[in-house]
């Protein structure tokens, strides 16, 4: 696998498209991290680190409100391996005009847009959450 966050935000994207009550995905301190975030923001209902005989998973129990229509209406990879985009605290985008999440991969860790600028830290644009 080139691309483990990729890989790792289409398998949320189909859960949430598929309806599934929770995932599970193979454990990365990266993505355990970037799944923090979502579950701080409040796109995801929980985070949880799984054994399953020598291996470590991360299970991601997905949010969905009264109707049944998911709280992540889309997931979007900013930066690739072949293409990294990095920005500074001040010229971080806004994501749909504000109602999104931007996370970035920092000096100071892994933050949302929101705690980043109020961090006076730029890194590199991981993904986008709206």
Known sequence: MTDP???MLTRIRNAVRSRHPRLDLPHSKMKLALAGILR????VAGVATVEKGRFKYIRITLRYDEEGHPLISGLA???RPGRRIYAGYNEIPPVMGGLGLSILSTPKGVLSAREARKAGVGGEI?????
Request: aromatic share 14%; charged share 15%.
């Open 40 to 43: 701080a923001e409040g796109y």
């Open 5 to 7: 966050i990729a890989d």
């Open 126 to 130: 991981v993904c986008n959450v709206w």
């Open 77 to 79: 990879i900013v930066s």
